[in-house]
């Protein structure tokens, strides 16, 4: 038998000629579902359609609709098998629990094989390797906002960089919908400089909205002096709260982290060419984890199910921080504001912008930007003590 390797013009066979070609070289199994849908020019949904069909009906299967008579099923347990060997080939990965909820959510009109019985014909086929014991992180109870909804908050985190094969540096930024673990961002950047960084939030805010939260750790570029960096500053102004996370506890953030599990083993290794493959290999990932890949905590359904652009569009123009009547304003200038004709030192990332200051007590004053606490002002001390985890 011939192995299919070139999209074929359906013009010169006909369409049932086609069908039965393709089944017969998924159950020759040199090839994955994958590559032989991509060379007879069919999506995956319908290659997995026509497997369905033929195990279910057999060879009548593949006519029409409604050509198609009823008969009953042929060859049920060799095609049924190669359908199961075929998704563990495209996606190595995934153990006989997402495979058989991969297949369910493909097909949910037949009924599937225990998991137990995948996992032995995984076995069977030497396909399963034993896993390690990962060291339980321990229980947290999260200070931060609730993942009640789409878009209440956002995680966001640089994974690891590491080194391509041309010899440059890759930074992976990330960005989750934490409700939902829809994958809103998967980007190779050359660092993690703020520019580049902003960019690819500005175009997440433009497709997806704006979230009530971002969730981050506490490194370049997210935070800075007195908790607010340049990128935060951004964030307050558009009405979004920065949370950060405790250093040393990436626990806080658990379920970005664990995406970032998924990510290295699917998508970093092995290491690409140069940024434009390896940001290729980034794209087909996150396709495959929004829209194919089964999520356990989910119900074994993708995060696409869930989520759902946030209502909160992104600004044409970004609206001047104003605070109540009762506050002091003042403006910080190269990182200092100027109290009763003295200098005091705040942070540079709000150069430029206004803050407020509402008495708590005799000489002790709160300091906002915009809707955020930053800090504490004790005038008679002539101090400025954060005081906040953003």
């Not at 690891?160 to 919908?177: A, Q």
């Not at 002091?328 to 005091?344: A, L, S």
């Not at 803050?355 to 005038?379: H, L, M, R």
């Amino acid at each position: 038998m011939q192995r299919r390797v070139n999209p074929l013009p359906w013009k010169e066979v006909s369409p049932m000629d086609e069908k039965v070609k393709f089944i017969a070289a998924v159950c020759d199994g040199s090839v994955s579902i994958s590559t032989l849908c991509e060379a007879f020019g069919i999506s995956r949904k319908t290659g997995y359609k026509w497997l369905s069909r033929y195990r279910k009906e057999g060879p009548g299967g593949l006519l029409d609709k409604s050509k198609t008579p009823h008969s009953n099923p042929n060859r049920v347990g060799f095609a049924e098998e190669r359908m199961i060997l075929g998704v563990r080939k495209d996606h190595p990965t995934w153990g006989p629990l997402k495979i058989r909820a991969f297949l369910e959510n493909s097909n949910p009109d037949l009924i599937w094989p225990a998991v137990s019985t995948i996992g032995s014909i995984l076995q069977k086929r030497g396909l399963v390797k034993p896993r390690k014991k990962r060291q339980g992180m321990g229980r947290y109870s999260e200070p931060f906002k609730g993942y009640d909804h789409a878009n209440a908050v956002w995680c966001a985190d640089f994974k690891g960089d590491f080194k391509l094969k041309d010899g440059i540096r890759c930074y992976p930024l990330t960005i989750s919908d934490g409700y939902s673990r829809f994958l809103l961002c998967c980007k190779g950047l050359s660092g993690t400089r703020t520019y580049e960084t902003k960019k690819e939030f500005e175009r997440c805010f433009r497709e997806y909205g704006l979230p009530n939260a971002i969730r981050t750790d506490n490194g370049i570029p997210f935070a800075a002096g007195l908790g607010i960096s340049l990128l935060s500053t951004w964030w307050i102004k558009l009405g979004i709260l920065p949370e950060r996370i405790q250093p040393g506890k990436p626990q806080e953030n658990g379920r970005h982290e664990r995406m970032h599990r998924t990510l290295k083993a699917e998508a970093v290794y092995p290491i690409r060419s140069n940024m434009k493959q390896q940001q290729k290999s980034f794209d087909r990932f996150r396709t495959e984890y929004n829209y194919e890949r089964p999520h356990e905590a989910l119900g074994q359904k993708p995060p696409s199910e869930f989520y759902q652009a946030s209502k909160r569009s992104f600004p044409n123009k970004i609206q001047e921080v104003t605070y109540p009547d009762h506050f002091e304003v003042r403006k910080v200038d190269d990182g200092n504001f100027y109290w009763k004709n003295k200098r005091f030192f705040i942070t540079k990332s709000l150069g430029g912008e206004h803050i407020g200051f509402e008495p708590v007590e005799d000489g002790i004053w709160t300091i906002y930007f915009s809707f955020v606490k930053i800090g504490i002002f004790n005038e008679r001390k002539k101090k400025v003590s954060r005081i906040l985890k953003v």
